[in-house]
């Protein structure tokens, strides 16, 4: 029987552990035992703090095709949720958006438009309305229609999925891969720890990428609005607040909540709704997201035991997730198939 574990329970975590359970559980022939081990779980988790809105970010140089096709995998899943009875407890909705880029040389990053609904660009008169009062002009803008899907929600739903099918969890620090590997009773691990793997596995390549955001009350915002520009902000609805955000500072370890940053956040929201002044503040957070050159996902054998990383997705975790877990579940199987694990 094939004995898994998988490190870290954030939603590349959680989603890797339900996807190979359930893909033994439906096949119905080999019984298998997937334990998700963490020192850390939701609420407690980065995910847990953010937005949740799909859409690729922050991926280094990861290949733009494999982007691609993890992230409409997920939106396939989110759909499938949200046409589901259980949209409500995974905190899934349907979103209207709009992108706006003040690049002179590119328009708004788009190669993912056909995965949402109704893309369209916006015309000069529509771009003249965001521009109002701004010296530095938007150039390009995108409207279109996706999922957000709060971790704080879609986390507790995917933990009760996966234990639902017999999955097992514990709480756990591992802080030797190596010694764990050689002395647990798991055949398969599979490392979604994410910015852990900087010290877990010596990775050079990983670095945080410092978020900071503020939730407000304003349940009259029902669509969100980004600026793609360096310092640009962006306001995303969720069920019971809105994000208000924000900052991605490279190599920044810094998790208290800065007053210049909050100020630079509030204010920048407010330049595009200025109704946000009059709304309540609920509190503001802080992650550290796992940033890399490029977004690691392979094996490698460690004797007769497989060992698969799936780490490093920056600021697009929610978003890859369930393409990734496809992709760890290929190499699973794969595996299976090649040495009978």
Request: aromatic share 8%.
């Amino acid at each position: 029987m094939p004995n898994v574990a998988v490190i870290g329970a954030g939603v590349n975590g959680v989603a890797s552990a339900i996807k190979i359970l359930e893909h033994y559980v439906s096949e119905g022939k080999t019984p298998i035992r997937v334990t998700i081990i963490s020192e850390d779980f939701t609420p407690n988790t980065t995910g847990d703090g953010s937005a949740g809105l799909w859409g690729p970010y922050l991926l280094g140089g990861t290949s733009q095709s494999k982007v691609y096709k993890w992230s409409k995998s997920m939106h396939q899943f989110l759909e499938k949720i949200w046409l589901s009875e259980d949209a409500g407890e995974a905190g899934v909705c349907l979103l209207p958006c709009i992108r706006l880029s003040t690049s002179t040389v590119d328009s708004v990053e788009d190669f993912w438009r056909d995965i949402v609904y109704g893309a369209a660009d916006l015309s000069q008169e529509q771009l003249a309305a965001y521009n109002q009062g701004r010296s530095v002009k938007f150039t390009s803008g995108l409207s279109f229609v996706t999922y957000t899907s709060e971790p704080v929600k879609l986390l507790p739903y995917l933990m009760k999925r996966f234990l639902r099918n017999g999955g097992v969890v514990l709480r756990r620090r591992i802080t030797d891969l190596e010694a764990f590997i050689a002395d647990s009773e798991f055949d398969v691990i599979v490392n979604c720890s994410g910015l852990g793997s900087r010290t877990l596995l010596n990775d050079d390549h990983m670095y945080a990428v410092r978020g900071q955001v503020s939730r407000v009350k304003a349940n009259w915002i029902f669509s969100a609005v980004l600026d793609e520009s360096d310092d640009g902000n962006y306001i995303i609805p969720n069920t019971e607040s809105v994000v208000l955000g924000g900052t991605h500072q490279e190599r920044d370890y810094n998790t208290e909540v800065c007053p210049r940053d909050k100020q630079l956040i509030v204010g920048g929201c407010r330049r595009f709704i200025p109704g946000l002044e009059h709304t309540e503040s609920l509190f503001d957070w802080v992650g550290l997201r796992p940033g890399r050159t490029q977004l690691r996902l392979e094996a490698e054998r460690r004797g007769r035991k497989l060992l698969i990383h799936n780490y490093g997705h920056g600021g697009s975790g929610v978003t890859l997730c369930w393409g990734c877990a496809d992709d760890v579940l290929e190499i699973l199987m794969a595996a299976r198939n090649g040495s009978k694990l």
